[in-house]
Structure formats: C-alpha cells, structure tokens
C-alpha cells in the first residue's frame, strides 16, 4: 500500500508539473519539476498517457481529457458545496429544513436539503419527482413552466389524491396554479405528507426554473408564514450564490 500511494502521489506531481505549462513541456523537464528519477517519470507519463490523462504531441506532454474531466468533477462539487452552505445558512436562521430543487430535463430534481435532529425533513414516502402537483416544491415549479411542458409533465405523472387533502385533478391544480402570482411562494397543507406543511419559494434564473422550499410538522402550522417572509429575504441576499450554483 505505500508503495502504491507513493505512485500515486508521483503520478500527481507530474500532472501538476505538465498542468503548469500551458504549451506542454518535455519528460525530462517535467521530471526534473516533479522531483522525480527520470526512469520513474518515463515510466508515469506513459501510464497517464495510456490512461488519457496525457497527451504526447510534438515531444511535449499537455493534459489530456480525462484530466480536464478531473477538473470539471471538481467543480461540480465545489458548486454543491456551495449549495449546502446556502442551504445551511437559510436552515438555522428560519429553524426549519430546506431543500433546494430544479425543474430540468423535464423532471423535477432535488438538488440538495438542510435539516437537523431537531428539525427533520419530511420523509419521501412517494416519488418526488412523480407527485409535483401534491407538494409545494412541485406545485412551485410546475406554475413558473409553460402550458405545454406542464401538459408533457401531466401526461407522464398523472394527477392522483395521495392523501386527503391531495388536489383532485389536473383542472382544479390548473385553476390553482392561474390564480397564483409567480413570484408568490406556494403554500402546501398536507397534501403530500400527512402531519407536514410545506411552503416554496420560485426562483427563475435564465431558462431555469428552481425554487427553495421549507416544512414544519403541522402543530408548528402558525410558524409558516412568517418563516417564508424570512426565507424570501435571505434568498434575494443569496440569489447570486444560488444562480452560480444552479447548474450543477
């Protein structure tokens, strides 16, 4: 294992080494800028070259694909990361979760929730992505969609009671959805989750439509409304961290 992890750490040096020069640069100057044998670097730079991490062209080594897909993973989690400190942030100042979700490729996504012992987030006891019209988050983003992509979303996830208080059909969310202002945030009574209410806030950024939701358990009902108050101030402080992030 040490002798592995040593390769391992070698092989990095001589990627950093070859990262540095945007132009490429030979193995015996990369060698001599990792701090490596020049026997061992040839033997490294043929394996990275093998794997797709290198590139040899024209007597220089430059990076290859598999090393910029490195760096587009790195990104990506640093974009994640970004979220879940939002979302951190938005959770102890409102003292409820919060989940962040998206409406992307026709589906909807939960790109990230926030929550603590003390204040749990509702259990997923139906698919998410299949029950938009029965909570906040979907009801949320389906109203910020056109007619014809809710229509496509309807046809494939059919409008169905998941418990009593669920919307009846497809005309009544309809009618819902057209009486409601889009900025306004979506307030949801147990009609996913017996027990839970829940309350959404939209956020467009570009073609994207997104939203930031929270939920109490429905004895805490009387703290809704001035917990989304709170949570649409802190969104607008934040929407640029979340508008960066939103592609993830």
Same mark, same amino acid.
């Given at each position: 294992?040490?002798?592995?992890?040593?390769?391992?750490?070698?092989?990095?040096?001589?990627?950093? /080494?070859?990262?540095?020069?945007? +132009?490429? %640069?030979? &193995?015996?100057?990369?060698?001599?800028?990792?701090? *490596?044998?020049?026997? $061992?670097?040839?033997?490294?730079?043929?394996?990275?070259?093998?794997?797709?991490?290198?590139?040899?062209?024209?007597?220089?080594?430059?990076?290859?694909?598999?090393?910029?897909?490195?760096?587009?993973?790195?990104?990506?989690?640093?974009?994640?990361?970004?979220?879940?400190?939002?979302?951190?942030?938005?959770?102890?100042?409102?003292?409820?979760?919060?989940?962040?979700?998206?409406?992307?490729?026709?589906?909807?996504?939960?790109?990230?929730?926030?929550?603590?012992?003390?204040?749990?987030?509702?259990?997923?006891? /139906?698919?998410?992505?299949?029950? +938009?019209? %029965?909570? &906040?988050?979907?009801?949320?983003?389906?109203?910020? *969609?056109?007619?014809? $992509?809710?229509?496509?979303?309807?046809?494939?996830?059919?409008?169905?009671?998941?418990?009593?208080?669920?919307?009846?059909?497809?005309?009544?969310?309809?009618?819902?959805?057209?009486?409601?202002?889009?900025?306004?945030?979506?307030?949801?009574?147990?009609?996913?989750?017996?027990?839970?209410?829940?309350?959404?806030?939209?956020?467009?950024?570009?073609?994207?439509?997104?939203?930031?939701?929270?939920?109490?358990?429905?004895?805490?009902?009387?703290?809704?409304?001035?917990?989304?108050?709170?949570?649409?101030?802190?969104?607008?402080?934040?929407?640029?961290?979340?508008?960066?992030?939103?592609?993830?």
């Amino acid at each position: 294992m040490p002798t592995l992890i040593g390769s391992v750490q070698r092989a990095l040096r001589l990627l950093e /080494a070859a990262g540095s020069h945007s +132009g490429g %640069a030979p &193995a015996k100057q990369l060698a001599r800028e990792a701090g *490596l044998p020049l026997p $061992t670097a040839y033997h490294l730079l043929r394996t990275l070259t093998h794997e797709g991490y290198l590139r040899r062209q024209s007597g220089v080594f430059v990076l290859g694909d598999a090393a910029g897909r490195l760096a587009g993973g790195g990104l990506q989690q640093k974009r994640r990361s970004m979220i879940l400190d939002s979302l951190a942030h938005f959770r102890d100042t409102v003292g409820a979760p919060v989940y962040f979700a998206v409406f992307r490729e026709g589906e909807i996504e939960i790109v990230g929730v926030s929550d603590t012992p003390a204040n749990p987030v509702c259990e997923e006891w /139906a698919d998410v992505r299949a029950t +938009g019209h %029965a909570h &906040a988050i979907g009801q949320c983003l389906l109203g910020q *969609l056109d007619e014809k $992509t809710r229509k496509d979303y309807y046809e494939r996830h059919p409008v169905e009671s998941i418990t009593p208080y669920t919307v009846r059909d497809v005309h009544a969310l309809e009618q819902r959805i057209g009486s409601r202002e889009r900025t306004q945030p979506v307030i949801e009574r147990q009609e996913y989750a017996l027990g839970t209410v829940c309350a959404a806030i939209p956020i467009t950024v570009g073609d994207i439509a997104a939203t930031v939701a929270i939920s109490l358990p429905l004895h805490q009902e009387e703290r809704l409304l001035s917990a989304v108050d709170r949570l649409r101030s802190e969104v607008g402080a934040l929407l640029s961290t979340l508008s960066f992030s939103i592609s993830i």
